[in-house]
Each structure stands twice: as structure tokens, then as C-alpha cells.
């Protein structure tokens, strides 16, 4: 039976269209997803929308129309965005649904019945934009530590027990050292919490759009412990037979991996672990948060106009290559530079020169010299075939490594190390050289260069899945010999195969243009 796998992106707040940050999140799941799938995991993959709160209503009054009306057109702009990144999701879900609204009530209960909440007076400063409270030492020229705007507010609420599992928290840390990714934001985490935890307003009573509290109409759910419970909603839970699946809640969570932005860091691993711990469920096993894109050296802003549209993007640079792009140029955990020229070199550089022209030369060359039969691996390789060979049976131990602790760009940095060691092995040989001299021998390089080439579009299609079945349709894989049992020496390319004309998958790139949308 196959082991399973649960993982979830932020729901993405509906205030405005998706740009290159909701890209980048869900594209990072969307290769572990694929990656897992293809090493033999049942995976479920959870994105959606998170639709409630004061900048939602606020946002629809402005437009003149009901909250649900404004969501229902935005949230499907993010719903669109799945197709035109070809993310692979299981679920969207929307926290409007009913399934969410009842999961939402029922957590609440439990809260509330195990005395983790009480009714209070809240007075402080408060950002509509960040949905959150911020303390005096917090707040600086009127705003808040993100740069939004605060206003002091005082009303009735509901307040949740945070300072209660400061030391639980803390202990949980302890003994989950890979609870929270990077290291360095995992710090950042113990530090806040070390630092003390307040008791934390949990329902609103100035505004409407929300879930109501049980009990208690004229509040509504604090917006966060609405949003984080989505991924409870979406495991099934509660799995009571009217609103969920007992079956698959036991069968998904705890989530194998939350991915967020690092400025959502502290509900994910802070209030979330707390609240399930009050809720006695299980908590994920574990967050990670990555960093912030900027465009040509600048903070992204409207105010700017250099906002980052991925279908932009995505139009002018080509879908797998922008996929690649995001996920090779920095460190997953960093911040990281988008621009024009790192684009093009990444395009022209690795994807044309390297892995593309390793493509095209080898097979245009056993299409003309083996009259487009796959030859036949050597019998009795020589210790250069040997080695080749060998360095792409490591690869998949050492990205599924990789993968696990989200090194992304490490990941394909080894690939690509396999692919220039393929083109020193090209060099070396000098197939081209060998039809005269050695036409035996020539065929057997070939067979090892195609065969490289197979284990590396296979471990690729994770990132570049369009691309990688276009070199493995080429090269005569079976499509369903394209998973992970049939590489790192378990498999080998059959010889005897008749390939097409090759055609060139990674063209070079030419033109210079706008990606500002």
C-alpha cells in the first residue's frame, strides 16, 4: 500500500490577483507533489482561496457589490492560475464552502469547551491589511512591522489562550528539530515565542463577513484561525458523517509539509501548532517558509507598477521554462531577484546549451548513424561508460534528499551536474569521429548518453513536466515506464526502439521584453 503524502500551500488571501509570490508557492508544492507521485506516494495536493475577513468586505463595498460576489470572481483568478502554471493540485478549496464553515464551528467548540477561550473587551492596534494585532513595541510611526497602516481599536472579543502554550510550544520545538525550514527561520521562531505569548483576540464583532461564532452571532471567527483550519476542512475533518470524512482525516493528517511566504511564518508555527494542541489533534509535521522575489533590484509594489504577473511571464519566456527558472536561480529558503537578463541566461544557458543541444546532438546522431534504431547498451562497458552511468544512478537518492528539506535550486544543480558530465563525455568520446573508425563503439556511446539523458527528463519532470515528456516521447519511453522504479539502475533504456526525428525541446531565446503586468 502506498505511503501518503499531504501537502498545502497558504491559502491566498482574495484581495487581488495572483502574482509571482502565489506562483512561486505553489509551484514549489507542485513539484514535491509530482516528485512524490513519481516515487510511488498517494499524494494530496491542497491550494485555495481565503475569502473572509474586514479587507474583503471592505474591498466589495468599494465595488458595490456583496462580499460572496467578490470572492466568487477573484478566488477564481487563483483557481485559473492552476491551470496556467500546470499545477497538478488535488483540492481547492475556498473557505466559503460549507464543508470549511462547519470544520471552522467545530474547532471552535472544542476550544471553547476545553476552556481555551473567553469572552473580553480588546483594545490595541489592529492592521486591516495584515488581519492582525500588533503590540506597542511592534508598532513604529503608526505602523505595523509589515509597513501597513494600524488604527487603534477597541471592542468586545473572544480571546484564545496563547500564553497557556508558550512552554508547550517550546517543548514541541525541542523535540521536532526539523519542525520549521530554514534553520534560520526556525531561530526567528523559538526567539518570539521565548519572548512571551499573549492571549490572542479571536473574533471580530465590528464587521460581518466571516464565520460566526458558535454560540454567539454577533462575532465573527478571527480571520487566521478560519484560514489555518482549511487544512483541517480538507483532510476530511471532523469526521463526523454529516461534514467530513473520518476516513481520509485519518488517512492525511497529520500534513506532511504547510509551504508558506516567511511573513506568514509565525501563524503557521506559532498560533496553528497552538491551536491544535488546545484542540488535542495532531500537529503538521512540519512549515516551511521560503523568501520574497523582488523585480530588477526592486521591492515589488502596485505603487511601483513592477508587480509580477506570472501569465505575463510565463507567455513571453515559455511555462517550463519560467518553472525552471523560479526553482533553480536561489536558494528556496532566500530572497531571491527576479530579472531579465538571469532569465535569459538560465533559458540559453542550461536549458539550450546544455541539456537541450546534449538532446539534440545525441539523438539527431542515432537517427542518422543507427537509422533511428536505439542501440544497444555496451556489454562490457569501459570505466567512462561506467562512470557516466553510475552519477546518474546516484541522482535520484540525492535530489529525493534534496527535496525533502526543500533545496529546490540544489536539486537541479546535481542534475545539471549529470548533464555537463554528459557533455565532457560527448567531448570525450567524439561519437561523430567513431562512425568511421569504430562504428560499434560509437553506437555504444550513444546508448549510454541516451540513457543518461532518460534518467535525467525523467527526475526533471517534476519541474518541467511539458518538456521532459517531450525528450522521454523522443527518445521511445513507454509512458508508463516514466516513475521512479525505473531508474537509478533499475531499469535501463530498451535497445530496438525506432525514434521519430528529434526536434529540438529547448530553443534558444532571442527576443527582450516587459514582464511588468
Known amino acids: 500500500m502506498a505511503q501518503n503524502y499531504y501537502i498545502t500551500t497558504p491559502i491566498y488571501y482574495v484581495n487581488d490577483k495572483p502574482h509571482i509570490g502565489h506562483a512561486y508557492t505553489t509551484l514549489a508544492c507542485d513539484v514535491l507533489a509530482r516528485f512524490k507521485r513519481l516515487d510511488g506516494f498517494d499524494v494530496t495536493f491542497l491550494t485555495g482561496t481565503d475569502e473572509h475577513g474586514q479587507k474583503v468586505e471592505i474591498a466589495a463595498q468599494d465595488k458595490a457589490v456583496s ?11 487563483f483557481r485559473d492560475l492552476t491551470g496556467q502554471m500546470n499545477f497538478s493540485n488535488d483540492d481547492f478549496i475556498r473557505t466559503t464552502e460549507p464543508r470549511h464553515k462547519l470544520a471552522c464551528q467545530e474547532i471552535w467548540r472544542r476550544l471553547q469547551e476545553r476552556g481555551h477561550i473567553r469572552l473580553g473587551n480588546y483594545a490595541g492596534w489592529y492592521s486591516v491589511r495584515d488581519e492582525a494585532f500588533f503590540t506597542e513595541t511592534e508598532v513604529v510611526d503608526g505602523k505595523a512591522p509589515t509597513g501597513a497602516p494600524v488604527e487603534w481599536l477597541e471592542e468586545p472579543s473572544y480571546f484564545f489562550n496563547l500564553s497557556h502554550w508558550q512552554q508547550p510550544l517550546l517543548d514541541f520545538y525541542a523535540e521536532n528539530p526539523d519542525f520549521v525550514g530554514p534553520e534560520s527561520r526556525f531561530n526567528e521562531v523559538k526567539s518570539f515565542v521565548k519572548g512571551g505569548l499573549r492571549d490572542l483576540s479571536v473574533s471580530r464583532a465590528s464587521f460581518k463577513w466571516g464565520i460566526p461564532v458558535p454560540g454567539d452571532p454577533d462575532h465573527v471567527m478571527y480571520v487566521w484561525l478560519d484560514a489555518l483550519t482549511n487544512y483541517l476542512t480538507a483532510s476530511g475533518w471532523p469526521g463526523d458523517g454529516a461534514s467530513g470524512d473520518q476516513k481520509k482525516y485519518e488517512t492525511l493528517w497529520p500534513a506532511d509539509l504547510h509551504m508558506v511566504g516567511k511573513d506568514i511564518l509565525r501563524f503557521h508555527a ?20 521560503h523568501g520574497w522575489w523582488t523585480n530588477e533590484g526592486q521591492k515589488i509594489s502596485k505603487s511601483l507598477g513592477n508587480v509580477i504577473d506570472p501569465n505575463v511571464l510565463t507567455a513571453q519566456y515559455g511555462l517550463d521554462q519560467t518553472r525552471y527558472f523560479l526553482m533553480r536561480e536561489v536558494p528556496f529558503g532566500n530572497d531571491g531577484d527576479f530579472s531579465a537578463t538571469a532569465m535569459v541566461h538560465r533559458m540559453n544557458g542550461d536549458l539550450a546549451n546544455d541539456f537541450g543541444n546534449l538532446c539534440q546532438r545525441v539523438l539527431s546522431m542515432i537517427f542518422k548513424n543507427c537509422d533511428a534504431v536505439m542501440p544497444a547498451l555496451p556489454e562490457q562497458p569501459s570505466a567512462i561508460d561506467t562512470e557516466l552511468m553510475a552519477a546518474a544512478d546516484r541522482l535520484l537518492n540525492q535530489v529525493r534528499d534534496m527535496l525533502d528539506r526543500q533545496a529546490f535550486n540544489e536539486a537541479l544543480r546535481c542534475i545539471w551536474q549529470v548533464v555537463a558530465d554528459a557533455n565532457r563525455y560527448v567531448d570525450t568520446t567524439a561519437p561523430w569521429a567513431l562512425k568511421k573508425t569504430d562504428p560499434k563503439r560509437m553506437a555504444e556511446v550513444l546508448a549510454v548518453l541516451a540513457e543518461t539523458i532518460r534518467q535525467v527528463a525523467i527526475l526533471v519532470q517534476p519541474v518541467m513536466p511539458q518538456s521532459a515528456a517531450l525528450v522521454l516521447d523522443q527518445l521511445g519511453v513507454d509512458s508508463a515506464a516514466r516513475d521512479f522504479r525505473f531508474i537509478a539502475g533499475q531499469q535501463r533504456l530498451s535497445a530496438g526502439n525506432v525514434i521519430e526525428k528529434p526536434v529540438p525541446v529547448f530553443p534558444r531565446y532571442q527576443e527582450e521584453g516587459s514582464v511588468d503586468g
Open 270 to 289: 506559532v498560533y496553528w501548532p497552538a491551536f491544535l494542541m488546545a484542540a488535542e489533534l495532531p500537529l503538521p509535521k512540519r512549515v516551511y517558509a
Open 67 to 77: 462580499p460572496q460576489s467578490f470572492t466568487d470572481e477573484v478566488s477564481q483568478n
